[in-house]
């Protein structure tokens, strides 16, 4: 995933300074894509650089704060972007290969960290749930179309985690069952 262009689409929701994008982003976006705020700084340095974007001075800040918003050129790019192909990501887990090397030669002591992503996976899965029931609550009362699309764009990408965690968790759970075995 192309970091400017996850920048842009949340330049696109909501112009705003770079912090105000930092914490929006963590919120949103971040839950799939993590970027330090050291690292939205420098890009977008770099798009305003490349004329995607453009940067103001916050009317009235006594501070050097500034706000992104997203030109003709960053749309065009980000269109560009999003009509590329792209192939699903393959998974590299250094925990599989642990797995494995358990199988091959017996037991490792991996039943701490199983317990370990077990508690990740329940504190993940309820915050989604928490946000699902805070800002979709509605998409799901609502005959089938009557939300936006928007809305029911986002809360599509939301019961995705929401399904990762379901199955991570359903899956450790199994694992841990297996390890803990006599």
């Given at each position: 995933?192309?970091?400017?262009?996850?920048?842009?689409?949340?330049?696109?929701?909501?112009?705003?300074?770079?912090?105000?994008?930092?914490?929006?982003?963590?919120?949103?976006?971040?839950?799939?894509?993590?970027?330090?705020?050291?690292?939205?700084?420098?890009?977008?340095?770099?798009?305003?650089?490349?004329?995607?974007?453009?940067?103001?001075?916050?009317?009235?800040?006594?501070?050097?704060?500034?706000?992104?918003?997203?030109?003709?050129?960053?749309?065009?790019?980000?269109?560009?972007?999003?009509?590329?192909?792209?192939?699903?990501?393959?998974?590299?887990?250094?925990?599989?290969?642990?797995?494995?090397?358990?199988?091959?030669?017996?037991?490792?002591?991996?039943?701490?960290?199983?317990?370990?992503?077990?508690?990740?996976h329940e504190q993940k899965l309820k915050t989604y749930r928490v946000i699902?029931?805070?800002?979709?609550?509605?998409?799901?009362?609502?005959?089938?179309?009557?939300?936006?699309?928007?809305?029911?764009?986002?809360?599509?990408?939301?019961?995705?985690?929401?399904?990762?965690?379901?199955?991570?968790?359903?899956?450790?759970?199994?694992?841990?069952?297996?390890l803990t075995e006599e």
């Amino acid at each position: 995933m192309s970091l400017p262009h996850a920048l842009m689409v949340s330049l696109l929701e909501k112009s705003c300074s770079g912090y105000d994008l930092a914490q929006r982003f963590g919120k949103s976006i971040g839950y799939f894509w993590q970027a330090s705020h050291q690292q939205i700084y420098r890009e977008l340095a770099k798009m305003e650089e490349n004329g995607w974007v453009k940067s103001e001075a916050e009317d009235g800040s006594k501070t050097r704060k500034r706000t992104y918003h997203v030109l003709d050129e960053g749309v065009t790019e980000l269109k560009r972007w999003v009509a590329e192909s792209i192939d699903p990501p393959q998974q590299r887990e250094a925990f599989f290969v642990r797995l494995r090397a358990d199988a091959v030669m017996g037991p490792l002591g991996l039943e701490g960290e199983l317990l370990r992503r077990i508690h990740i996976h329940e504190q993940k899965l309820k915050t989604y749930r928490v946000i699902e029931q805070r800002d979709f609550l509605s998409v799901k009362n609502q005959p089938q179309g009557q939300a936006s699309r928007a809305l029911r764009i986002q809360h599509m990408l939301l019961k995705a985690g929401i399904l990762y965690e379901e199955s991570s968790l359903a899956w450790s759970k199994e694992t841990y069952k297996i390890l803990t075995e006599e």
